[in-house]
């Protein structure tokens, strides 16, 4: 498991998953739809979180995500949460 998001660099990480799923041409300042981001995608992202970080973050969230930001501040208050 890596380093919880929030850390020291934990909003890189959460940004090379955004990255991962929808490809190195997306825009972290855009939307997770916007980006071309799809239910699939969004439980793919919410998959790979949990994978490397242990936290459990719901894809529909990740789908009304504003940006990458706003993943990366989800993962934290459930980090925090937990």
């Not at 994978?51 to 719901?58: F, L, P, S, Y």
């Not at 894809?59 to 937990?82: G, K, M, T």
Request: charged share 25%; no cysteine.
């Amino acid at each position: 498991m890596n380093q919880i998001p929030g850390t020291e660099n934990g909003a890189d990480h959460i940004a090379a998953l955004w990255a991962e799923v929808l490809g190195t041409g997306s825009d972290p300042n855009l939307g997770f739809l916007e980006n071309g981001g799809d239910s699939f995608g969004a439980l793919t992202l919410s998959t790979r979180i949990h994978e490397e970080t242990g936290v459990e973050i719901d894809f529909l969230d990740i789908l009304e995500s504003e940006n990458v930001r706003a993943v990366r501040d989800l993962v934290r208050s459930a980090a925090d949460s937990s």
